[in-house]
């Protein structure tokens, strides 16, 4: 029979069905991305996002559908990935706030909840787009609003939502030519229906188990799961103890075991030091919290092999040096003088991030193309630097809105995001970074550069596609200006020459050539001399960024 209520455990039930399903199908919604390009992760950030929030309400046992509300809201905040994961934490956190005050919530309530979401939503993106996910949860929970009652069958109102989020989907490419144009439906539309289809297939007695990680997802790196890896986090953190706080070494590391192995924990009266190794850092910074204040906070990604230094701790030389992880994690404690500035960003490729830490960046969270943090990578990157104002530059657009959330998350202290969505940008914004000005004059040129910077991108098709006029082929090579393809062709060098003549004009004054991990440094010599034989007046820096997908990105100014 269908429930005429659901209460917590229900509740908890249906969302954990529905992002199972989502994830088991999640590369399915990748393929639906209108670039034919390879960082297609619209379906990655959304399961990712909706298992971090099954996470959160996992323990929970015969509560209510406010605390599951709640629990869940948070989970999935701190674990949104990129915008699709951004508005769909905002879709999921709408919902849980119909639930306050109530135990058990009937049709009519679960279908505010998620009008709610849907009103959030739309006010979390400062230009919403029709045709999009957001389009598909107005459009059904309007519908299924017409028939919900007290006394209806939820079984009966999530069809209904749920044929009419069909409906919708498929309309979204008269709302966007560019999807009738490349011939899908939008991707972020679609995750929200595999979710739902999830939710209900819950309610009707049909369950599922968690697909194993494809060897195409592990190998492209989608690697924002949930499920325990080999090697995890080394996380290593000082806190300066609060005295008015009862602290107790022997239940921090008790509380620490739930989380990782190779636990190392030495304090005195003031200070304790915290090293372990595990799946989620967050959670592992949360409970040092508890204690204190950080004064040194780093964090390293053993799986991946790429130090991800938030503030690096003085090198000690104790007996603890012999971790898995090869570090030293000597207990030396020293605390940095707070800085005026601070700045974080994200780069994917060892010559990129060299690059940006020589330009003054603080800390360099590993990412972009494919690999999207969430908003708690970058609430506690900013836990980790030590000055009272927080530059965040994103350099990629699907990783601004979790920069921005995270922002708004941060009460201590001041956290600007730039508005910088690409590599070209952020280089191009540091290169008029001055700590010695205020930082409203800081901040405004910045923003200036970004916003005359040209920036070009070369990688390569995933799939056959039509988009911009272009017949576009699988493995052809793509020329991308300011987020626009202009040039498809079956050689790269073709590709990025004409890319190059696309972006120089006669005002141009300086291009940066950052060439990719598989392009060799003949065909950088090559490119280099046909700029100075075709633009002879353009000054010309070559970086050797090593990143992944891109061959090539160029920032012209």
Not at 179 to 197: Q, T, Y
Not at 243 to 270: H, N, Y
Not at 321 to 345: Q, S
Not at 388 to 407: G, Q, W
Request: with cysteine; glycine share 8%; aromatic share 6%.
């Amino acid at each position: 029979m269908s429930p005429k209520v659901i209460d917590g455990n229900l509740l908890k039930i249906i969302i954990k069905n529905g992002s199972i399903k989502l994830k088991n199908n999640h590369q399915m919604i990748n393929d639906l991305n209108v670039f034919p390009v390879p960082d297609g992760d619209t379906g990655s950030n959304m399961q990712s996002t909706m298992m971090s929030g099954v996470s959160s309400i996992e323990s929970f046992e015969d509560e209510s559908v406010e605390k599951i509300g709640k629990a869940l809201s948070r989970g999935l905040l701190m674990g949104a990935r990129g915008n699709s994961g951004v508005i769909l934490s905002q879709l999921f956190s709408g919902f849980a706030k119909a639930f306050k005050d109530l135990s058990t919530a009937n049709s009519v309530q679960f279908v505010n909840g998620l009008k709610y979401g849907v009103e959030q939503a739309y006010g979390a993106v400062i230009n919403p787009v029709e045709g999009t996910i957001l389009t598909v949860a107005r459009e059904a929970v309007d519908e299924a609003e017409k028939t919900a009652k007290e006394d209806s069958d939820i079984i009966d109102i999530m069809k209904i939502y749920l044929k009419e989020a069909h409906a919708s989907l498929k309309r979204t490419p008269d709302l966007l030519p560019v999807l009738k144009e490349s011939g899908v439906v939008d991707s972020g539309g679609a995750g929200l229906i595999v979710i739902i289809e999830g939710m209900l297939d819950a309610l009707e007695g049909k369950f599922y188990d968690e697909a194993k990680p494809s060897r195409k997802d592990k190998k492209q790196g989608r690697a924002f799961e949930t499920e325990v890896t080999e090697f995890g986090y080394c996380t290593e953190f000082i806190i300066q103890l609060d005295q008015d706080k009862k602290f107790s070494k022997d239940k921090l590391v008790k509380q620490l075991g739930r989380l990782g192995d190779s636990i190392v924990v030495v304090a005195d009266e003031e200070i304790c030091k915290v090293h372990v190794h595990t799946e989620k850092p967050g959670d592992a910074l949360n409970i040092g919290q508890i204690y204190g204040e950080f004064a040194n906070l780093k964090i390293e990604n053993m799986t991946m092999q790429h130090t991800e230094t938030l503030l690096h701790s003085a090198e000690g030389s104790e007996d603890d040096a012999g971790h898995a992880c090869g570090h030293d994690h000597g207990h030396d404690f020293r605390v940095e003088t707070k800085k005026k500035y601070g700045i974080i960003t994200v780069v994917n490729g060892s010559g990129l991030r060299a690059m940006f830490e020589e330009m003054g960046v603080n800390h360099v969270i590993d990412g972009g193309q494919t690999m999207n943090p969430s908003t708690q990578d970058f609430i506690d990157a900013v836990k980790g630097v030590n000055a009272d104002n927080i530059l965040i530059i994103p350099n990629n657009k699907n990783v601004f809105l979790s920069a921005e959330h995270a922002a708004k998350n941060i009460e201590d202290k001041n956290v600007i995001v730039l508005p910088a969505k690409t590599i070209p940008q952020g280089y191009a914004s540091l290169t008029m970074f001055d700590a010695n000005q205020d930082i409203e004059d800081t901040i405004e040129e910045m923003n200036e550069l970004i916003e005359h910077v040209k920036s070009g991108e070369v990688t390569y098709a995933v799939r056959d596609t039509k988009i911009n006029g272009l017949d576009i082929k699988k493995d052809d090579y793509l020329g991308i200006e300011n987020g626009k393809i202009v040039a498809s062709k079956s050689n790269r060098f073709e590709t990025v020459q004409s890319l190059t003549d696309n972006l120089l004009d006669d005002e141009s004054e300086i291009i940066t050539i950052m060439y990719g991990k598989d392009v060799d440094k003949d065909e950088v010599d090559k490119l280099v001399n046909y700029i100075e034989t075709t633009y002879p007046d353009i000054e010309i820096e070559t970086v050797d960024g090593n990143q992944d997908i891109y061959a090539y990105l160029l920032a012209v100014e």
